[in-house]
Nanobody, 115 residues
Framework: QVQLVESGGGLVQPGGSLRLSCAAS????????MGWYRQAPGKQRELVAA???????NYADSVKGRFTISRDNAKNTVYLQMNGLKPEDTAVYYC?????????WGQGTQVTVSS
C-alpha cells in the first residue's frame, strides 16, 4: 500500500510559477513510476509528466519546456516545477504511483491560473 500526499497548489497569475510536491509512504518508492496528472472541469484526466525510478522524464506536449518533473528517492518525494503558467493549466493536479498492477492516487491539489 502506498499513500500519496500532494501539496503546493494555489492561485497564481499567468506567467507565474508553482512547485507541487508529492510525498509517498508505505512502500519502496524507487520501484514506482511517479506521475502527475491533471483534470480540468468537464475534461478527462490527462498525464502531465512522469518519471521512472532512474529519473528519465516524459512530458505532455502542452507542458514541454515549461514544466519539470523530478524525484528524490531518499525523501520519497516527487516534484513538479511549473513555470510560465497559463490559464489553460488550471486544473486539479493528482500525483500517481504505478508499479506492475499497482496504481495509487493522491487526493489532488488545485492549481488556478488567473489574473
Amino acid at each position: 500500500q502506498v499513500q500519496l500526499v500532494e501539496s503546493g497548489g494555489g492561485l497564481v497569475q499567468p506567467g507565474g510559477s508553482l512547485r507541487l510536491s508529492c510525498a509517498a509512504s508505505g512502500s519502496i518508492f524507487s520501484r514506482y513510476v511517479m506521475g502527475w496528472y491533471r483534470q480540468a472541469p468537464g475534461k478527462q484526466r490527462e498525464l502531465v509528466a512522469a518519471i521512472i525510478g532512474g529519473g528519465s522524464p516524459n512530458y505532455a506536449d502542452s507542458v514541454k519546456g515549461r514544466f519539470t518533473i523530478s524525484r528524490d528517492n531518499a525523501k520519497n518525494t516527487v516534484y513538479l516545477q511549473m513555470n510560465g503558467l497559463k490559464p489553460e493549466d488550471t486544473a486539479v493536479y493528482y500525483c500517481n504511483a504505478h508499479y506492475s498492477v499497482l496504481n495509487y492516487w493522491g487526493q489532488g491539489t488545485q492549481v488556478t491560473v488567473s489574473s
